[in-house]
């Protein structure tokens, strides 16, 4: 079963930058999906971006796309989110999800596709 750890949140002024980092441990990811979704208080969650392991597509939303890059699994089976030019309405908890890419619908990440949520990381973007 696939453990993650998202980590990386803050708090910056509008048109900085972050990175997220989700640290996978119990399986490698090469055969996964990697999600981000994120919730801000009194919104509904929505997917942010995505990556299959296995060819590297990606998906992402469209509110965050040509500010937010996804990157692959990496040798130390951690994938990132880097996230530039931050407006304040990307604040929020961003949570790193995963699932084997067969068990999964290709396009926008679903949350329901994913079962393991964990704490999240919180990000704050101040105007």
């Known amino acids: 079963e696939v453990r993650l750890v998202e980590s990386g949140g803050g708090l910056v002024q509008a048109g900085g930058s972050l990175r997220l980092s989700c640290a996978a441990s119990?399986?490698?990811?090469?055969?996964?999906?990697i999600a981000w979704f994120r919730q801000a208080p009194g919104k509904e969650r929505e997917a942010v971006s995505s990556?299959?392991?296995?060819?590297?597509?990606?998906y992402y939303a469209d509110s965050v796309k040509g500010r937010f890059t996804i990157s692959n699994v990496n040798a130390k089976n951690t994938v990132y989110l880097q996230m530039n030019s931050l407006k304040p309405e990307d604040t929020a908890v961003y949570y790193c999800?995963?699932?084997?890419?067969?068990?999964?619908?290709?396009?926008?990440?679903?949350?329901?596709?994913?079962?393991?949520w964990g704490q999240g990381t919180q990000v704050t973007v101040s105007s």
């Open positions: 999800v995963a699932e084997k890419e067969w068990k999964v619908v290709e396009g926008p990440p679903r949350a329901v596709d994913f079962d393991s």
């Open positions: 990556i299959y392991a296995s060819d590297g597509s990606t």
């Open positions: 119990g399986v490698t990811l090469d055969d996964y999906v």
